[in-house]
């Protein structure tokens, strides 16, 4: 697994997506290895052209630093933390980079919007149920985890994301399941449905 610092000349961009105004990507590149990720393309982007998708992940040591300098960019905005990048894959428990961003982001009262696949989230629940108009979504594809382990080979499994969800939602936060992508025969929605019943 290739790691390393960049510096980045800016930490906040504009969204194409409906409801959301700004992006936040406190990393580069992804060590989940889904099989199915929509933005590969960025290997091309990052001076990693060569590098296996899932294998690399870039840290923007200047993030937190980044994103003080452009706070008044997101006031009373929605600022997605994680587009192109989990923003809570395994390289944030020792950077921390989303979990400072987030808390920068708070105490501006930015509403955020994270979507991930990791219960690593929960370490920041204290900080999200206290935001303004904060979300927190998990994506599911998978009921049954020898599918997730094939198609998402570093995630966490779908069970704990739904504890995740549902200790998130216990806790007061705005929880979301975001189900996709959706394989025929493979991704057994009335399973995730079920399973989903309890959060």
Not at 172 to 177: L, R, S, W
């Amino acid at each position: 697994m290739k790691s390393q610092a960049v510096h980045a000349r800016t930490i906040l961009t504009e969204s194409s997506i409906s409801e959301i105004d700004l992006y936040l990507n406190p990393y580069i590149g992804c060590t989940h290895s889904c099989v199915y990720c929509c933005v590969e393309y960025m290997k091309s982007f990052s001076g990693h052209g060569s590098d296996r998708w899932g294998e690399f992940v870039d840290y923007k040591a200047n993030a937190v630093e980044l994103l003080a300098r452009e706070i008044d960019k997101a006031r009373g905005k929605n600022v997605m933390v994680g587009s192109l990048t989990d923003a809570y894959q395994p390289i944030e428990k020792q950077c921390e980079l989303t979990r400072q961003c987030l808390g920068l982001l708070a105490a501006h009262r930015v509403a955020t919007f994270i979507l991930t696949k990791s219960d690593l989230v929960l370490r920041d629940t204290e900080l999200l149920a206290g935001a303004p108009a904060s979300r927190v979504g998990m994506t599911l594809a998978f009921a049954d985890d020898r599918c997730r382990q094939a198609f998402e080979p570093r995630t966490c499994a779908t069970s704990r994301r739904i504890a995740a969800l549902t200790e998130l939602h216990d806790a007061g936060c705005t929880t979301f399941a975001f189900v996709g992508p959706i394989i025929p025969d493979l991704s057994d929605l009335d399973g995730i449905f079920a399973m989903l019943a309890p959060a």
